[in-house]
């Protein structure tokens, strides 16, 4: 078995991912929004490659995504939606961004950054966490699988009162921010688009369902694992998921 070069792309964004990893989709779902190339290389998260001494020189956190590009190395995918919808048009054009997916005004990018830190607190420690618990057997919000019966209460109750915030927020309006997509419904989309995994019925909160809707409605929408087969990790499949994954990659 050979072990791809974690080394970046020489003009390319590197993005250090696994297809399975609900913060990996956020990026993957923008790069195909836009049309941004990226030099993707696979971090085999189910045999613990986000804690190699490799790739911790990359991202000292040990969690994916990271991307690297040009002089600048990126360890959230907050941080990396910004850049990414920032720099590039909607056409997939390098250097004059920003995307209508970002903003050039400091008062909407805040309105924007407002749901990113939603979703890195709330959802991440709330649906994400449920998710990734029931689904992948812990929680690995960056802890890896440590998580106590305490970490599943505790995340099911961010989870409902998460829910309940979004679908307040979506009785009247149709997108998170400024009337139209933005990095802020991606980032909010990816965990709460996979609940099923965690049992969560997200459409148990209508303005919620209405919404994933017409996030997957979106020109250039990819969809991820998770959102199509909810019980593939509990079923048994897998293993044959992430072999497939590999052997795409080249591993
Ligand atoms: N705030 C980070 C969270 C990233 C994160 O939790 N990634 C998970 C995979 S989706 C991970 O790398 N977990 C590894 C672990 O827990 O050891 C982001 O949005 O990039």
Redesign the pocket.
């Known amino acids: 078995m050979s072990t791809p070069s974690l080394t970046p792309h020489t003009t390319l964004p590197t993005l250090y991912h696994?297809p399975e990893?609900?913060?990996?989709y956020?990026v993957l779902l923008l790069a195909s929004h836009l049309s941004i190339p990226l030099h993707r290389v696979l971090i085999d998260?189910p045999a613990?490659q986000?804690?190699s001494p490799a790739y911790l020189a990359i991202n000292p956190?040990?969690?994916?995504?990271a991307l690297i590009h040009g002089k600048h190395t990126f360890?959230?995918?907050?941080a990396?939606l910004c850049y990414l919808a920032g720099s590039y048009s909607d056409k997939g054009k390098w250097g004059i961004g920003p995307s209508s997916y970002w903003s050039g005004d400091a008062g909407e990018q805040a309105e924007i950054v407002d749901w990113l830190s939603f979703?890195?607190s709330w959802i991440?420690f709330g649906v994400?966490t449920v998710t990734n618990i029931i689904s992948f057997g812990?929680?690995?919000?960056?802890?890896?699988t440590y998580h106590t019966e305490s970490t599943l209460e505790e995340a099911k109750i961010r989870a409902y009162k998460s829910l309940e915030i979004l679908d307040k927020h979506l009785e009247k309006e149709k997108w998170l921010a400024l009337n139209r997509p933005t990095i802020a419904d991606i980032a909010c989309f990816a965990s709460v688009a996979c609940a099923r995994m965690g049992d969560i019925d997200y459409a148990k909160w209508e303005n919620v369902g209405r919404w994933v809707d017409r996030v997957k409605g979106i020109e250039g929408w990819v969809t991820s694992r998770g959102i199509e087969d909810p019980m593939y990790m509990r079923e048994g499949r897998g293993p044959e998921v992430f072999r497939k994954i590999l052997e795409e990659a080249g591993k």
């Open positions: 696994h990893s609900a913060a990996s956020k998260l613990d986000n804690k956190r040990g969690s994916i995504p360890n959230d995918s907050a990396i979703s890195s991440q994400f812990g929680a690995r919000n960056g802890v890896g």
